[in-house]
């Protein structure tokens, strides 16, 4: 299986938080599930610890390579810029990975690079990956908090969209 790109200031193990979270289904595609990834205004229906979703130099709401964009999310406004950007196609997966910020001072700033795989899988199975690197003060609480909100956050998203792909190829 395919696996996510990291640049090295953001390799998982070095980093203040790392979340890493996983599923694989049956009876949906990659390109199925693109569709409520990639497109942000679908993000609401599927997770509900994302708003405030606004573009900067792209109409949006599609995300594109070097697309700039602001969210909301963990109590965090998240300026963001995609850094990677590959749909999913005939045995390649769809890749997406921005990086985001908090601004902020020493205690305060938070920098994230946050990354999802989506590939087909052989008997009708898709994978979702997604993982999140950070660095910085709020990373490092982040991390000690039990049980892990990126953690759970993030399989929330997951679940969303696969309820959301689901339903609309029902």
């Given at each position: 299986?395919?696996?996510i790109i990291w640049p090295s200031k953001y390799t998982p193990g070095v980093t203040d938080?790392?979340?890493s979270n996983e599923m694989i289904v049956a009876g949906i595609t990659a390109?199925?599930?693109?569709?409520?990834?990639a497109d942000t205004s679908e993000w609401t229906g599927c997770y509900d610890n994302a708003?405030?979703?606004?573009?900067?130099?792209?109409?949006?709401p599609v995300l594109s390579q070097g697309a700039k964009f602001h969210f909301a999310t963990f109590g965090f406004p998240i300026e963001a810029e995609v850094v990677e950007y590959e749909e999913p196609g005939e045995g390649k997966p769809g890749r997406v990975a921005w990086h985001g910020w908090a601004e902020g001072d020493?205690?305060?700033?938070?920098?994230?690079?946050?990354?999802?795989?989506?590939e087909d899988l052989d008997g009708g199975r898709v994978?979702?990956?997604?993982?999140?690197?950070?660095?910085?003060?709020?990373?490092?609480?982040?991390?000690k908090a039990k049980p892990n909100p990126m953690i759970n956050g993030h399989q929330k998203w997951i679940d969303g969209l696969i309820r959301a792909t689901r339903k609309a190829n029902a």
């Open positions: 299986m395919n696996t938080n790392f979340a390109k199925q599930v693109w569709k409520f990834l708003s405030d979703i606004r573009f900067y130099n792209i109409a949006g020493a205690e305060t700033r938070l920098d994230v690079h946050h990354a999802w795989l989506i994978r979702i990956l997604t993982q999140e690197s950070q660095i910085g003060k709020p990373a490092q609480e982040l991390s």
